[in-house]
């Protein structure tokens, strides 16, 4: 991954292939923003004004690069956009910081190093250009080949020039202070575990399966210090675990449950995670239509977000137990298949008419929901791809949340946002329960088609253990990206959840969630 510094040095002074600077949309046109001064000098006082006339607006995300001017030892000036300039005495939003990191260090791939001279007022703001800057020089290249036949993944390296942005120096950053020290290497850990995530999420079906992602878990947890319990087809057999045995039946890769678990000796409070992840959904018997599976290898963004939370509270060291659990299974049609009309006998003892094999997150993540309230936790946050419905609700951009106590709902909303992630409170309409009930069984898989992903959120709900807080991240429109990239956000998996789990993991042990 791209390295990070922190530094004093100037805009003017620091040795870099590039220098990074900030401009926004004032009401006059372009506005140079702080940290941008020394670069502003050197041409003159006159930035604002060559950049308007190569057409610069100050727009979010808008790059342009320009040459150096005398004074500068970098010899590429490359001013990003902010968006609007803030009203006279407020400062930029960090997550206006983040996306204009990001979009920089994208457009800086090749390049070995860069300073980002973008507004760092303290500590935070400086994490934020650390995350964008991060975050947004991600590349998957696995799988890319040079035009000689041979990839990333035979052992040859891919072309220079697309090759993430090496190095990124924030300046007005301090690195002898202890706070912004802290920041920095907490932004390295995080971007690195989203980075995780986003690589499993990208990989394809055919080297990723429930066995080997468990792999990834059981290495993580070697490397880090984790404890790891991965139940196999025999043990979820033995142990009643008809949701996740259902799903993968018709699969020649079998199911997985993967409890992978952070514990700190002087912590009083546990988090459990629990994470949907089917490596491939083809919908199974009731299968997918052409142009709905093609990108469903991101079915694991759930498990992927909760695998990646887990390791980055482990490396942060938070004082707080977070449990991952991680529901894996391969959704194929064949001759062993579940078909529509089956009965599940579930993990805790309930049965569930199987009205849509499509409707199969539900299915794994009911079985490990069960398991997670057996250890009586102090919450439980799932995180799913799990309805086109969320999708059509709140668009590409925005994860639902649902719950079972409204305060913990609203506090996850609030995290949300503070971190960078879009999101929205749903509610759970109790009236949408009966359209579940089962003339066969204690419940059924599918109920009314609209308000789906609420269905979905009340069916889950029927698996937490008594008692227990908990909540519900809809994440099937934030979790894979089929658009052009902006901000920090890259084509394909985009690791979504992962800063709202890690957030929420250090509110608990600070004690801030009651």
């Given at each position: 991954m791209t390295a990070l510094t922190l530094s004093t040095s100037s805009a003017a002074t620091v040795r870099a292939d590039a220098v990074v600077v900030g401009v926004a949309k004032g009401a006059k046109g372009v506005v140079v923003a702080p940290g941008a001064e020394a670069v502003d000098k050197a041409f003159g006082g006159k930035l604002a004004a060559?950049?308007?006339?190569?057409?610069?607006?100050?727009?979010?995300?808008?790059?342009?690069?320009?040459?150096?001017?005398?004074g500068l030892k970098a010899p590429v000036v490359l001013a990003v956009g902010l968006g609007d300039a803030p009203a006279k005495g407020d400062g930029y939003d960090n997550e206006a910081l983040r996306r204009a990191a990001g979009s920089a260090a994208r457009a800086l791939s090749g390049t070995k190093k860069a300073g980002f001279a973008l507004p760092v007022e303290d500590a935070e703001a400086a994490a934020a250009v650390s995350e964008g800057a991060l975050l947004g020089a991600y590349a998957f290249t696995t799988y890319r080949s040079n035009g000689n036949g041979k990839n990333a993944k035979g052992g040859k390296k891919n072309d220079a020039k697309s090759a993430p942005l090496g190095e990124a120096t924030i300046l007005g950053g301090k690195p002898r202070d202890k706070e912004f020290k802290a920041a920095a290497e907490r932004s390295v850990a995080l971007a690195e575990e989203i980075n995780r995530a986003r690589d499993l999420i990208n990989t394809p079906s055919n080297d990723l399966d429930p066995k080997s992602f468990a792999a990834h878990a059981q290495a993580a947890a070697k490397e880090f210090g984790l404890k790891v319990e991965v139940l196999d087809e025999k043990a979820l057999k033995k142990g009643g675990y008809g949701g996740l045995m259902g799903v993968g039946q018709g699969s020649e890769t079998p199911p997985r449950?993967?409890?992978?678990?952070?514990?700190?000796?002087?912590?009083?409070?546990?988090?459990?995670?629990?994470?949907?992840?089917?490596?491939?959904?083809?919908?199974?018997?009731?299968?997918?239509?052409?142009?709905?599976?093609?990108?469903?290898?991101?079915?694991?963004?759930?498990?992927?977000?909760?695998?990646?939370?887990?390791?980055?509270?482990?490396?942060?060291g938070l004082q707080v137990n977070v449990t991952g659990w991680l529901a894996l299974a391969e959704n194929m049609p064949s001759g062993s298949a579940t078909r529509p009309g089956d009965v599940l006998t579930m993990y805790s003892g309930k049965t569930v008419e199987v009205l849509n094999t499509d409707a199969e997150g539900r299915l794994v993540l009911a079985d490990a929901l069960t398991r997670a309230s057996e250890e009586t936790p102090d919450a439980i946050v799932d995180v799913a791809t799990l309805t086109g419905a969320m999708v059509l609700a709140l668009g590409h951009r925005h994860f639902g949340i649902m719950s079972n106590?409204?305060?913990?709902?609203?506090?996850?909303?609030?995290?949300?946002?503070?971190?960078?992630?879009?999101?929205?409170?749903?509610?759970?309409?109790?009236?949408?329960?009966?359209?579940?009930?089962?003339?066969?069984?204690?419940?059924?898989?599918?109920?009314?088609?609209?308000?789906?992903?609420?269905?979905?959120?009340?069916?889950?709900k029927e698996f937490v253990g008594e008692g227990i807080t908990w909540a519900h991240l809809d994440i099937a429109g934030p979790a894979f990206h089929e658009g052009a990239p902006w901000g920090y956000t890259p084509k394909g998996g985009t690791g979504s959840a992962v800063r709202t789990l890690v957030r929420l993991a250090e509110r608990t042990a600070a004690g801030d969630l009651g």
């Open positions: 060559v950049l308007e006339t190569l057409g610069a607006s100050g727009a979010e995300g808008e790059v342009t690069k320009l040459p150096a001017a005398d449950l993967v409890r992978i678990a952070h514990t700190h000796p002087k912590a009083d409070r546990t988090l459990a995670l629990v994470g949907k992840g089917i490596t491939y959904d083809s919908g199974g018997i009731s299968l997918k239509p052409a142009g709905h599976n093609e990108t469903m290898k991101c079915d694991m963004s759930g498990a992927a977000a909760v695998f990646a939370a887990v390791v980055a509270a482990a490396r942060l106590d409204d305060a913990f709902r609203t506090s996850i909303h609030e995290i949300a946002e503070e971190v960078g992630e879009q999101s929205w409170p749903m509610p759970m309409p109790v009236h949408l329960r009966k359209g579940m009930d089962s003339p066969v069984a204690d419940i059924a898989n599918m109920g009314e088609r609209m308000g789906g992903g609420l269905v979905a959120g009340l069916f889950l």
